[in-house]
């Protein structure tokens, strides 16, 4: 790991939430497109939320299936969203610029690191890397925001080209673990933090952050 670690704080649906997480140290918020999560945050909604953010908190929009044109024309309103993260079963490489991309990844195992490998190495032949890869636990037919773990261990030593970012069932009282094990560039957390699906705790939000920055240090 290079540097300190960064924090995504994801789901966020209110305004108070989002003020709240960059006040208490977050890099980013994740506010999520997708009418079927339970943290879903329709687009009405979302520039009250930009607006409450404190300065240097990076808003990401998370998606889910959809094809690059919704997406642009559902960012393109709000001006403040510049970095996308995608979900889905099938990933190939585009140019989405000026949008930067983080394609989410759901691991099961080693046949699910090659299939990270392989992607980049068509980005890359194509001079497409995307922005960062998440990877996140695979749980059949859900898109992130499960609880379940990742698999910490096999991703290790995993070296991808692109900085990783650690999803999948993180809290306050494991980040630490998973960052010494993992040593990604970032984190992202939602039900963790939670006091209700899209609800953040104020404390477990606290915490989270705290421990992440603490174990960063070590």
């Known amino acids: 790991m290079i540097g300190p670690v960064r924090i995504k ?31 879903y945050i329709a687009p009405a909604g979302v520039a009250g939320i930009l607006r409450a953010l404190p300065p240097f908190v990076e808003p990401v929009g ?10 642009r024309q559902l960012v393109q309103p709000f001006g403040r969203i510049h970095t996308v993260q995608w ?24 046949d699910s690191l090659k299939g990270i490998l392989h992607y980049l190495d068509s980005c890359r032949s194509l001079g497409l890397l995307p922005a960062a ?5 695979h ?13 910490w261990e096999l991703l290790a030593d995993f070296p991808p080209v692109v900085p990783l970012i650690l999803a999948g069932g993180l809290t306050p ?3 630490a673990e998973a960052i010494r094990i993992v040593q990604p560039y970032g984190v992202d ?18 915490r989270f952050i705290g421990n992440a920055r603490e174990a960063a240090l070590k």
């Not at 998370?62 to 997406?71: D, H, M, P």
């Not at 890869?133 to 636990?137: E, G, K, N, P, S």
């Not at 957390?189 to 606290?206: N, Q």
């Open 139 to 151: 749980v059949p037919g859900q898109y992130g925001g499960t609880g379940q773990r990742a698999p």
């Open 62 to 71: 998370v998606f889910v299936r959809l094809r690059w044109e919704e997406v």
């Open 9 to 39: 704080i994801c789901g966020v649906t209110t305004e108070e939430d989002g003020r709240q997480a960059g006040l208490l140290g977050a890099d980013a918020i994740g506010l999520n497109f997708y009418p079927s999560s339970p943290r």
């Open 173 to 175: 009282e494991n980040v």
């Open 133 to 137: 890869i998440l990877v996140d636990a």
């Open 87 to 110: 979900h889905g079963e099938e990933h190939e490489a585009e140019d989405i610029s000026p949008l930067r991309l983080i394609p989410a990844f759901p691991v099961r195992d080693r």
């Open 189 to 206: 957390v939602a039900s963790g933090v939670e006091s209700s699906p899209g609800r953040k705790d104020l404390e477990k939000m606290k």
